[in-house]
């Protein structure tokens, strides 16, 4: 009996090493998995055991009745396949991974796609919905333990730095954006103590925020205030008409609405004009406002009021390309923004308008928040400059020239009055004493 041993990356390469050096009739005694692939112990008798036994027999002078040859199997007792044929028609019947992976690539082509990839049973089913379930625990795990890595972190930064992790809080608090008040933070001085730090960021924040004083009445030409529904457009040009009536005079003042969407809408503008004294008038479309903005041509402050819309609504956007393109007057553009908004409303709005190119912003129903930090930030962030900020609906008291000291001043009273901890109903006394 000869026995051989074979290596192979795998067992199909280890057993065609044994069918071509012993044949298809070698037996197969063990295999074993190594890192490089299998081992496989094979042997293959040159001369039949029963030759072998009558040679013995013979030789003793003695008879014996033929017997057939003892597998391996029988000897071992084990009910596998001997020889390597049937090893191999064995493994036929089960693909390799790499023929699976063929199959899969081309199902209706491969002759063994259908009778070795049977219907996914009620149970195959049964293992994906499971996976499926795994996958989204692991997916939730995941954002826990970086929410639980970050808090780390963040305690691990105020445990470093108290005094920036309690001026950071305070900042928030107040409606500055995390990554605002995390940028400014960064700036306070160590050796200060808390009230020295405190105003230090705020004359940091005043330095970063942009205002213009003044700037549409100190200036001629065409203006335009846009900006979504509600902000107070229409209210906005009756007090800067009246204003600008009140120093140059009725008769250097004009209005002109776009305003065809909402009800009333020429009616109120055209009240306040009559009430002023000024020119009032109406444009259906672009070459409607060319005609006017022609016949204004001589007046000092022509003032625009466009539709408003949201600012998801694309007609909004056509209708003030067109208006800019077919114009022939220099329109210097603002927008008007409601400083009670949130955060990402105003800077969904701001990302909207940034197409057309904005002269400044003008703040509006100031009488109506409780944080002004909100506003600052986007301001800051969008290098946005503020023009006028109106505090309420009296015409034309309630609208005042954009002041940086007077933004940030009130920021600052707005926090301590709604924003502290200990100037809550459940603690009227010590809001007292703090304050």
């Excluded at 809080?169 to 960064?186: F, K, N, P, T, W």
Aim: glycine residues 6%; neutral net charge.
């Amino acid at each position: 009996m000869k026995i051989r041993r074979f290596y192979g990356k795998d067992m199909r390469e280890a057993l065609k090493q044994v069918k071509d050096e012993l044949g298809g009739d070698a037996v197969i005694m063990s295999n074993k998995k190594h890192a490089d692939g299998i081992e496989i112990v094979a042997a293959y008798d040159k001369e039949p055991v029963a030759q072998i036994l009558d040679s013995k027999t013979e030789s003793k002078g003695q008879t014996q009745i033929p017997r057939k040859t003892p597998t391996l199997s029988e000897i071992i007792g084990d009910t596998g396949p001997d020889s390597l044929k049937a090893l191999l028609e064995k493994q036929a019947n089960s693909a390799s991974p790499a023929q699976t992976k063929e199959i899969k690539q081309e199902p209706e082509t491969h002759p063994q796609y259908y009778s070795n990839n049977p219907a996914p049973t009620k149970q195959d089913s049964q293992q994906q919905d499971a996976l499926k379930e795994m996958r989204q625990e692991l997916s939730s795990l995941r954002h826990i333990l970086q929410f639980q890595v970050s808090g780390l972190i963040e305690q691990e930064k105020n445990r470093k730095h108290p005094l920036h992790g309690y001026l950071f809080q305070r900042l928030q608090q107040m409606g500055i954006s995390d990554s605002l008040a995390e940028e400014v933070v960064s700036y306070a001085p160590e050796e200060a103590d808390e009230r020295e730090s405190w105003l230090f960021l705020l004359k940091l924040l005043a330095n970063r925020l942009q205002t213009k004083h003044d700037d549409i009445l100190s200036q001629a030409g065409v203006v335009a205030l846009m900006g979504p529904t509600g902000t107070g457009k229409t209210t906005t040009i009756a007090k800067l008409a009246a204003q600008a009536a009140h120093k140059f005079g009725a008769d250097q003042v004009a209005i002109i609405t776009l305003d065809n969407y909402r009800i009333g809408a020429f009616e109120q503008i055209a009240t306040y004009g009559k009430i002023i004294g000024c020119s009032v008038k109406q444009a259906q479309n672009s070459n409607e406002l060319s005609d006017l903005l022609y016949q204004f041509r001589n007046k000092r402050l022509v003032l625009v009021d466009t539709a408003g819309f949201s600012q998801k609504d694309a007609r909004l956007i056509k209708q003030l390309d067109t208006m800019k393109q077919n114009s022939c007057a220099n329109i210097r553009h603002y927008l008007v923004m409601q400083a009670n908004c949130q955060y990402r409303v105003m800077q969904q709005t701001i990302n909207e308008y940034r197409q057309i190119s904005l002269q400044g912003c003008i703040l509006t129903k100031l009488d109506e928040c409780y944080s002004l930090g909100e506003v600052i930030s986007v301001a800051i962030e969008n290098k946005l400059q503020i023009c006028y900020l109106a505090d309420g609906q009296r015409v034309p008291e309630d609208l005042q020239p954009a002041s940086t000291k007077f933004l940030i001043t009130s920021a600052a009273k707005l926090y301590k009055k709604f924003g502290l901890i200990h100037t809550s109903p459940n603690h009227v006394n010590n809001a007292v004493v703090a304050v």
